[in-house]
């Protein structure tokens, strides 16, 4: 949210993100841009973990909200994917976002492995972001 420039807003739909908590604003408005969706219309479990595929998915959505055309025909997707030995684990709904992000140089693929149940630590997540916003020209 702050990446993106966007404004914190007061109130979300997650009843599991309390308006004391010190991320709620910026749930509530990574949720009204549509950057991330929660585990159910009502919860968003915020102390749990989020995997590689996961963060793809948030970080090709906030790549969209900065004018990138991030959908990929299936096609694409399997000529991007398929060089990668866990592609086919990969969760259905995740592979245009994780194509997106390999295929724009926000994901490096030089390990040749995506480990998309694999918890995204910080420092993956912000590599990431930053290059975003560098192939965006935002930095």
Partial sequence: ?????????VGNRFTDVTPEKWYAPFVGTA???GI???DSETTFHPEGTITRQEAATMVARAAALCGWDTERTQEAVQNILSQFDDYLDTAVWARSSL??????GILDDAELVIGPDVPVLR???????????GLSNLL
């Fill in 123 to 133: 420092c993956e997540i912000a590599q990431m972001l930053w290059n975003l916003l």
């Fill in 31 to 33: 949720s009204a841009y």
């Fill in 36 to 38: 991330v969706n929660g």
């Fill in 1 to 9: 949210v702050r990446a993106l420039g966007l404004k914190p807003e």
């Fill in 99 to 104: 194509a997106f992000c390999y295929e724009v």
